[in-house]
């Protein structure tokens, strides 16, 4: 199983990003996608989440309102359109895949229950 995480760049804030994350070796639609980020010297963050075939989505506090994340079943693809872009979304963002998970309770929102990890893509928000 292999991510590839792509579309991160330096963007000013109240700009847009879409992140891809493209995904082979397992169909999107079967499990459990997360975004995640993380800054140097602080933990992985969840950012959002979707569920199977896209039927639910979930999103961190920070972000509701301002990012959404999305698939595409033919393109085994997850997106992230980031809108509203703060200095504080600046972060690598990693993409994962949770061969267990639901959407179920809160543990989607642990990065130790995802079994695949992208090789992260970097957000740089400039004030």
């Known amino acids: 199983v292999q991510l590839q995480a792509s579309g991160g760049g330096l963007v000013q804030a109240g700009g847009s990003l879409r992140l891809s994350c493209a995904v082979s070796g397992r169909a999107v639609s079967s499990y459990v996608m997360g975004w995640f980020r993380q800054v140097p010297g602080k933990a992985r963050e969840f950012v959002a989440a979707?569920?199977?075939?896209?039927?639910?989505?979930r999103y961190a506090d920070s972000v509701l309102g301002r990012f959404t994340i999305s698939s595409d079943n033919a393109k085994n693809t997850v997106y992230l359109q980031m809108n509203s872009l703060k200095p504080e979304d600046t972060a690598v963002y990693y993409c994962?895949?949770?061969?267990?998970?639901?959407?179920?309770?809160?543990?989607?929102?642990?990065?130790?229950?995802?079994?695949?990890w992208g090789q992260g893509t970097q957000v740089t928000v400039s004030s």
């Open positions: 979707i569920g199977y075939s896209g039927s639910s989505t």
């Open positions: 994962a895949l949770g061969i267990s998970l639901t959407l179920r309770g809160s543990h989607y929102q642990r990065s130790s229950e995802y079994d695949y």
